[in-house]
């Protein structure tokens, strides 16, 4: 694409464009006020002008738009082609601290840099201040406009280390998706829950009025029965002591009367 070519392009088209160049949207929309441009020149000032007005959180948010730098061996990091082992652990460790200590990814103009020489930025500006390396981040990125522009309207494809875009529009219907399902579970629980609470408040009342009769009326036949028992082995136990005594007393005294009678007769 040339810049015939891009001023050709429709507003949202060449916008996208430019999106591809840089992630502040601020940015964008500055620079798409000069649209279209007549010589490169034109277009290449409105972009340095635009980012001049660029703020803290515009400068980070075009830093998410970037790739890490030392994750790639391609395109802007070409460089990095050929590194060793060791320089790509130390590329792993040393972003892992820069950002833990800056809150951001690292951001160094890759074009034309060695794989060393960017290692070496790394660790220079590990030990500047929040305030500092903030305007560092400006400067590079700032850089990384021009040069990416330049090569769109030149003609050159070169790949862009992009990271931010794809993520974020993935993101989008997935959020919708888990939204929708919560307002249809929503519906079903309440329903469902209305007519449980009823029935089960019904079943447990009618119980408690049938137990209440039942363990009144069981408990009286049941005492009663048992004291009639214990009093019956008594009464019978005790008539059968006196009976047996009054036999054995009477065929005693008859043997003893019938002798005397024998004796007189013998007498006369």
């Not at 916008?15 to 279209?36: D, Y």
């Not at 400006?138 to 990384?144: D, T, V």
Request: hydrophobic residues 40%.
């Amino acid at each position: 694409m040339n810049l015939k070519a891009f001023n050709k392009l429709q507003k949202k088209d060449a916008k996208k464009q430019l999106a591809s160049i840089c992630g502040s949207k601020k940015w964008q929309s500055a620079v798409m006020k000069g649209f279209p441009f007549k010589t490169k020149e034109d277009i290449g000032n409105a972009a340095k002008e635009a980012w001049g007005k660029c703020t803290k959180d515009d400068i980070l948010e075009a830093c998410e738009a970037h790739a890490v730098i030392g994750t790639s061996d391609s395109g802007e990091q070409a460089g990095m082609k050929g590194a060793m082992a060791e320089e790509l652990e130390m590329f792993n460790q040393a972003n892992k601290d820069y950002k833990k200590k800056f809150k951001h990814i690292f951001i160094v103009n890759a074009t034309g840099k060695s794989s060393l020489e960017m290692l070496e930025n790394l660790f220079e500006r590990l030990d500047n201040d929040k305030k500092t390396e903030l305007s560092n981040v400006a400067a590079e990125l700032g850089n990384i406009n021009i040069v990416r522009l330049n090569n769109l309207i030149s003609g050159k494809d070169i790949p862009l280390d992009i990271a931010a875009p794809a993520p974020k529009a993935k993101a989008k219907p997935a959020a919708k998706k888990k939204a929708a399902t919560k307002k249809k579970a929503a519906p079903k629980a309440k329903a469902a829950a209305k007519p449980k609470a009823k029935t089960a408040a019904k079943k447990k009342a009618a119980p408690k009025k049938k137990a209440a009769p039942k363990t009144k009326a069981a408990a009286k036949p049941k005492a009663k029965p048992a004291a009639k028992k214990k009093a019956a082995p008594k009464k019978k136990a005790a008539p059968k002591a006196k009976a047996a005594a009054k036999p054995k007393a009477k065929p005693v005294a008859k043997k003893k009367a019938a002798p005397k009678k024998k004796a007189t007769k013998k007498k006369k």
